[in-house]
């Protein structure tokens, strides 16, 4: 059998998963260590610190062996008691109404066109029709590139009785401003596989006192994604199961590289520098952003293609040159194309794909 072709780090785009850093690749070669012993507890008390400065949050952070539609699950069957509004921007947005549905709560949806945010006055309107506790949303909206007003939606709902927030921040947490206090966010989870730049596997999330207490009235929470069960081990610095253990070292390790770089803060700024280049550079062929100025994400950029050209073709010319880009994702498959800027990338890197792309197209 013929060995895979190595490729180095820093050529892989995609939307996710990203990049994981050869640091962070070693720390899984670690020896196992049992679930329930001191060592294991003492592994989740010294990443507790970190993984509330990168959620800026003083809750606990639940860590799950799952990927982040099991925290989006979790939300479901936690958060929402009877009804729910569903705010659906993209593949990811209707994925989280589909889940509320599939948990056996009625869904509510707002809609709007691909490519386009759900503004906080659209929210207020539409709780104002329509009575529900709780409300979903996507903060970035990985098959369009929006990264939608999740600090506003927060405001609107505190303005009506025992309606809570569920937030997807899978491609905004730990490459874009999550203040998950500050922001007085529900629910808010994200996957290890984006913008922290770990392999995929381990989901994160916080839950606010309101959850938790809701939570323990909800009948059907089911076993595994238990939010109650979650809170309470992670109390006591334990795994609600048996974890994905190698992707604990991984996580550790990244957190510790995330505090060398300056912290969460620092972390965010070369994100928006990604951004920037690209919307600096966008054009360039006739290549057009989808979301709007103010509403792009920090960490998927979202492009459409001239006409007469094909999305498939420039991701093609990219990989031929040892590159990774992403396609767009369903109903803008043909005519867009995807480049996650997250994890540990910088600006240099985008920038040499960037002209790679641009010749592509001339």
């Not at 104002?128 to 506003?152: I, N, W």
């Not at 069960?229 to 550790?252: G, H, R």
Request: charged share 20%; with cysteine.
């Amino acid at each position: 059998m013929t060995a895979p072709a190595t490729i180095r780090f820093g050529k892989f785009f995609l939307p996710g998963p990203t990049d994981v850093h050869p640091d962070v690749l070693a720390a899984m070669l670690r020896p196992m260590m049992g679930h329930r012993s001191s060592g294991m507890e003492q592994l989740l008390q010294g990443v507790a610190p970190r993984l509330a400065a990168l959620c800026r949050t003083s809750r606990p952070v639940l860590i799950g062996t799952t990927s982040a539609t099991g925290f989006m699950e979790m939300a479901a069957r936690n958060g929402v008691r009877r009804r729910a509004l569903s705010l659906v921007n993209g593949a990811f947005s209707q994925r989280f109404a589909g889940i509320v549905s599939a948990c056996g709560k009625e869904c509510i949806r707002l809609d709007v066109p691909l490519g386009s945010a759900i503004e906080p006055d659209m929210l207020r309107d539409a709780l104002r029709r329509t009575p529900v506790d709780a409300v979903t949303c996507v903060h970035s909206e990985t098959s369009t590139g929006v990264l939608q007003d999740v600090e506003g939606y927060a405001a609107v709902v505190r303005e009506f009785d025992d309606v809570l927030l569920l937030v997807d921040a899978v491609t905004s947490m730990a490459g874009s401003p999550v203040e998950t206090d500050r922001w007085a966010l529900d629910f808010v989870f994200t996957g290890s596989q984006k913008a922290l730049a770990l392999p995929p596997g381990l989901a994160l999330g916080v839950a606010s006192e309101r959850m938790v207490a809701r939570a323990k009235t909800l009948e059907n929470r089911g076993a595994y994604f238990d939010l109650v069960s979650f809170v309470a081990a992670t109390a006591k610095f334990q795994p609600t199961n048996t974890p994905a253990i190698s992707l604990l070292y991984a996580l550790e390790t990244q957190l510790e590289r995330i505090d060398a770089e300056g912290g969460i803060e620092a972390r965010w700024r070369r994100h928006d520098e990604m951004r920037q280049a690209v919307e600096a550079w966008s054009g360039s062929g006739g290549l057009r952003f989808v979301p709007r100025l103010g509403r792009r994400s920090w960490t998927v950029s979202c492009l459409k293609v001239p006409d007469g050209r094909r999305a498939k073709d420039i991701v093609g010319a990219a990989k031929a040159e040892g590159w990774t880009i992403g396609a767009g994702y369903g109903a803008l498959k043909e005519s867009t194309i995807r480049i996650g800027h997250m994890g540990d990338h910088d600006v240099s890197a985008l920038e040499e794909l960037l002209a790679l792309i641009t010749r592509a197209l001339q």
